[in-house]
């Protein structure tokens, strides 16, 4: 029983769980995931297997180092990048009234126009585009346990 959760539920909470947060909430993730698993090794077999979280350590840093080299190619800086999360956003200028602006005094003088003010929207384009990098980087760097890319391989 203990081998689905070790092999298919913790790694599928991992990787749900790093497509929407920051590279460095990602890594912690990985932290906590790992340390689950070598209590529950401990519970189940009564040995601490050191080898087996080192490596679990290891895939974790590598992604995290991943994740945030590719974060920081869109970031200011590489705080930014492992704090940042995945919704990007676009500035733009909310209108908030209509009124008369410009020139032409009086009755009926000047024209109507909008006046804004700097906001921030969602923007679809670079939140898809950050969740599919996400999802790629998981699955590529032993993010997804038995499903991973390297999964068998580099003993992932």
């Known amino acids: 029983m203990r081998d689905g959760w070790k092999n298919r539920v913790l790694p599928a909470v991992g990787f749900g769980a790093c497509l929407v947060v920051s590279a460095g909430l990602c890594v912690g993730a990985g932290v906590a995931i790992a340390t689950v698993d070598l209590v529950g090794d401990r519970a189940e077999t009564g040995k601490w297997d050191m080898k087996s979280y080192g490596k ?5 840093a590598a992604g995290g180092l991943v994740g945030g080299s590719i974060a920081r190619l869109g970031a200011k800086s590489w705080g930014e990048a492992f704090t940042g999360d995945v919704f990007g956003t ?11 602006m410009g020139l032409g005094t009086g009755v009926g003088g000047g ?28 699955w590529g760097i032993c993010g997804e346990g038995a499903d991973s890319a390297l999964h068998g391989h580099l003993g992932c």
């Not at 676009?90 to 009124?99: D, K, N, Q, S």
């Not at 024209?111 to 996400?134: I, Q």
Request: glycine share 10%; net charge positive.
């Open 90 to 100: 676009a500035e733009v200028e909310v209108p908030l009234y209509r009124t008369k």
């Open 111 to 138: 024209r109507m126009g909008w006046v804004t003010a700097p906001g921030e929207v969602p923007h679809r384009g670079t939140t898809l585009l950050n969740l599919a990098v996400n999802a790629q980087v998981g």
């Open 56 to 60: 679990s350590l290891a895939w974790t």
